[in-house]
């Protein structure tokens, strides 16, 4: 059990210097209790006080808007806190950037606000807290990113087998045997699992796999302009997008060249933004529950909080079918 | 909402007949009492006396010892209740064979005994009732197996890429370059799963992918016999084993044929069965924490009562380290 006195003796100063950083006192310098911080999670203190004060939880997010009803992580934070708060918990939103992150180790500002575990939204793999992830002791839950081997950290996200799963076996029942994939690049975790999951399910249809039939690219229309014609040429008849928002363009894209949704070519997304719904023709995609989504992700928390070492839960993602799938064209 | 007189217009009987079928009356005839049972699953009848009668459970096991602390199924079963009995749950215990499940469906065998949600243990691919969890719509968490697309229905289990990994990692360690699989045929949900993992912890860590390296087979020692040796003849110096059973057999193979552990080969196995502290040498295997498996079945439950549609819920992995592995042999 490390005490106060271990803290103070390791960087030689006195034991109330050392308790005026733990408690935010006034009279230290900023780089004192910096270091009086760094040097408590190090040693694995727990500030018993701030902890039995208050039973606090956050939920950090970063590119994601979350403000109104219809933006993407608002319906993630009311699930979330629709379960937490019946239990007792006091959920904080915190907005993030990566500057923030260079300033303060992830487990220094935990402790420092006596937050007792975090809900991570919207990171992506250069964020500089996600290296502190893979050992951070405090109970952590990412949204489609993936942490291995630490127990304290789980993720928790749509089964993107599931969902594609879903989207070949719709478009096999219309007659679709060549299918296309258009993607970001194999940069982040959700983008990988989602490529993976295309080819396993074109695997379990015994649907041709050819790598001129997939269209990767950072830049969405360029990518779109890319790949939409040119795999029409090649007879793709139905093109399923790794997020909607790249649908949407091969929408435009098609309409800019004639090509006909559904009757020259389906398109499928994934996520279901509530734009979808709107677009012409409505667009058939997989989708990611948002509210469910923000439950889930407490389910994960109250399992570490239980210390049961969980990596992930997935949820299902079913699909939505509109207007922009259809029978296959004929040759 | 269905009422007794929608099975009973079905059915073309009078409403107390329909009723003494529901109440397991046995003044009617089992074949009665079966179509009764079967229309009102069918119909989607929930029988609100039943149910509101008591918050019930079943763990239904097949394949797998859990009357003693030392067998694989006791302490899933004991993380199980843990959970869900200071929840209000009772839970039920059913030993389970193909003979029962021709005989009777599952829905219709829930619903009688007025079960709320199975968690389901040791079955295979062949078990009868398997088709059926395609469709149910009883909440049902299964133990190592996995279904698709219905939200009714969600997966627990130790997530194999994780233990791969580690696995791996471990070895590559130890200067291990050329790593062998040996596991049974893959026709089982969890083989396959074990079987992928070892394929992608191999690419992470840019080793050789060698079809010559991986030995399946159905009969245990027939495959170690027909294996190890071979593999050790083409250089492999570390082999994992998808199960420790076959761990175990590879241990015993390599004696009789004067390969010692760990110098020339090591051995890792997967589970974590109790004997493995206790062979010579003792071996290092991926582990499945039972009690935590039970535990998080129950969160998977909890998740389905609650109509939050998971598909599942994975544990981490942990490598415990023996004696069967060390640094590779040098050619």
């Known amino acids: 059990m490390v005490t106060i006195n271990d803290i103070a003796a390791r960087l030689g100063v006195s034991k109330s210097t050392v308790s005026k950083g733990l408690n935010n006192a006034t009279d230290i310098s900023e780089e004192m209790r910096k270091k009086i911080l760094e040097t408590a999670v190090e040693l694995g203190y727990t500030n018993k006080r701030l902890l039995n004060r208050e039973k606090k939880l956050c939920i950090i997010i970063e590119n994601m808007d979350y403000n109104t009803p219809n933006q993407f992580g608002h319906d993630i934070l009311l699930g979330f806190k629709q379960m937490a708060e019946p239990d007792g918990w006091t959920v904080d939103v915190v907005p993030m950037d990566k500057d923030f992150q260079r300033n303060i180790p992830y487990s220094v500002f935990m402790m420092q606000n006596g937050y007792r575990g975090g809900f991570i939204l919207g ?32 993720s928790v996200g749509c089964d993107s087998q599931d969902g594609f799963d879903q989207a070949v076996k ?11 994939l258009i993607s970001g690049p194999l940069e982040s975790y959700i983008v990988k699992a989602r490529y993976n999951a295309y080819i396993n399910a074109l695997s ?58 559904p009757e020259d070519m389906s398109i499928i997304g994934f996520d ?49 079918v509109r207007s922009s799938t259809g029978p296959a064209r004929t040759a």
């Not at 050992?135 to 127990?151: A, E, F, G, H, R």
């Not at 719709?170 to 296309?180: A, F, N, R, S």
């Not at 109250?302 to 839960?313: A, M, T």
């Open 123 to 154: 990171f992506s793999l250069i964020d500089p807290w996600m290296s502190e992830f893979k050992s951070c002791k405090i109970p952590t839950v990412l949204y489609d990113n993936y942490i291995s081997t630490n127990p304290r950290v789980a």
């Open 272 to 320: 279901d933004l509530p734009m979808t719904a709107y677009t012409e023709p409505p667009l058939t995609t997989v989708r990611q529950d948002r509210t469910a989504l923000g439950k889930a992700g407490y389910y994960a928390m109250s399992c570490l909080q239980n210390e049961l070492p969980i990596c992930s839960i997935l949820l299902r993602a079913p699909l939505v």
């Open 170 to 180: 719709h478009l096999v029942k219309l007659g679709h045997e060549k299918i296309g």
């Open 204 to 261: 379990k249809f015994n649907l041709e796999l050819n790598d001129n039939y997939i269209g990767l690219g950072y830049y969405i229309s360029d990518s779109t302009r890319d790949n939409v014609q040119r795999m029409y040429e090649l007879g793709v008849t139905a093109i399923i997008c790794s997020h909607d928002i790249r649908a949407i363009s091969a929408i435009t894209e098609c309409m800019d060249k004639g090509i006909r949704i």
